[in-house]
C-alpha cells in the first residue's frame, strides 16, 4: 500500500500499466510530459537515461515502459520529489528508477560529467513574472516559471550530462524555438529532430518537442503535426493510443 498526503491521489498512467501519485495542490503532470517521453528516442535494452524538472516523476516512470535502462530523474522541490519516491516503490521499480533531490545545475558535478545517453527535459516555460503576479502557489509558481533555472541553466546542464553522440529532448512552447535552438548550439547540441503539437487542426501550434545529439551533425527533420483534438474535443487516434495504448 502506499501511503498517500494531503490532497494526493492515485492516478493511472494508462498505456504503461503503472500508477502515480498526483496532487491537485502541488502538481499534476500534463499532455506535455507524456508527448516527451513518447517522443525522445531510447535504447531498449540498456543505457543511463536522466530526467531533469522531474515533478512527480511521471517522465521517468514512462520512459520505464520503453527501456531496460536505468533512469534517474532530478527534482529541486522535495515534496515533489517525496512523491516521486513513493511513486516508483509504488510500482516496484527501485532496481532501475532512481530520484535525486537537488538542483539540476549541480547535477553535472553531482552525478558526473558526459554520462547519459539519453537526456530528458520538461522545464518550466515563463520567464519570471513581476512579483504581484506571480502564482501564489509556490509549488506551481516554480514548476511553470524560470525562477529556480532558465531556459539555458536547463540546456547547459543537460550537454554537460550527455555523452557525445547522446540525445537530449526537450519540451517547450513554440515562441521558444529560436531560443532553444540557439542555445542548444551554444552547449555544443545540434538540433535532429522537431515536432509541433497543435490543440486541433487550422490552429496555431502550442508546444514544441526537440530531440538533439550532443557533438551531432547538422541535419534538421521537421516531422508530421501532431493534432490533439478531433473537431469534436474527442482525442485523434494518435493521442489515444500514445495515452491509451489504442
Known amino acids: 500500500?502506499?501511503?498517500?498526503?494531503?490532497?494526493?491521489?492515485?492516478?493511472?498512467?494508462?498505456?504503461?500499466?503503472?500508477?502515480?501519485?498526483?496532487?491537485?495542490?502541488?502538481?499534476?503532470?500534463?499532455?506535455?510530459?507524456?508527448?516527451?517521453?513518447?517522443?525522445?528516442?531510447?535504447?531498449?535494452?540498456?543505457?543511463?537515461?536522466?530526467?531533469?524538472?522531474?515533478?512527480?516523476?511521471v517522465i521517468p516512470l514512462f520512459l520505464s515502459a520503453r527501456t531496460k535502462g536505468t533512469i534517474v530523474g532530478v527534482e529541486i522541490q522535495e515534496r515533489l520529489f517525496d512523491m516521486a519516491v513513493r511513486s516508483i516503490e509504488y510500482?516496484?521499480?527501485?532496481?532501475?528508477?532512481?530520484?535525486?533531490?537537488?538542483?539540476?545545475?549541480?547535477?553535472?558535478?553531482?552525478?558526473?560529467?558526459?554520462?547519459?545517453?539519453?537526456?530528458?527535459?520538461?522545464?518550466?516555460?515563463?520567464?519570471?513574472?513581476?512579483?504581484g503576479t506571480k502564482n501564489p502557489n509556490e509549488h506551481l509558481a516554480i514548476a511553470r516559471h524560470e525562477i529556480l533555472c532558465t531556459l539555458e541553466d536547463a540546456i547547459k546542464a543537460s550537454s554537460d550530462l550527455a555523452k557525445q553522440g547522446g540525445k537530449v529532448a526537450f519540451v517547450h512552447r513554440p515562441g521558444r524555438l529560436l531560443d532553444i535552438i540557439t542555445l542548444m548550439r551554444k552547449y555544443r547540441l545540434e538540433p535532429k529532430r522537431v515536432q509541433f503539437v497543435y490543440p486541433k487542426k487550422g490552429k496555431e501550434a502550442n508546444a514544441l518537442l526537440v530531440e538533439a545529439i550532443k557533438d551531432?551533425?547538422?541535419?534538421?527533420?521537421?516531422?508530421?503535426?501532431?493534432?490533439?483534438?478531433?473537431d469534436n474535443d474527442e482525442y485523434t487516434k494518435e493521442i489515444r493510443e500514445i495515452l491509451y495504448g489504442e
Open 1 to 57: 500500500m502506499v501511503q498517500l498526503k494531503e490532497d494526493e491521489r492515485l492516478d493511472y498512467l494508462l498505456a504503461e500499466n503503472l500508477r502515480i501519485i498526483q496532487s491537485p495542490s502541488v502538481f499534476a503532470f500534463s499532455l506535455d510530459a507524456v508527448l516527451l517521453a513518447k517522443f525522445v528516442y531510447v535504447p531498449i535494452q540498456r543505457g543511463n537515461l536522466i530526467d531533469l524538472c522531474s515533478g512527480n516523476g
Open 216 to 230: 551531432g551533425s547538422p541535419d534538421l527533420k521537421i516531422l508530421p503535426p501532431l493534432v490533439v483534438y478531433e
Open 91 to 131: 510500482n516496484s521499480l527501485q532496481d532501475r528508477l532512481k530520484m535525486v533531490h537537488g538542483d539540476i545545475k549541480e547535477m553535472p558535478k553531482q552525478l558526473g560529467y558526459g554520462k547519459f545517453d539519453v537526456v530528458t527535459c520538461n522545464p518550466p516555460y515563463f520567464t519570471t513574472p513581476p512579483e
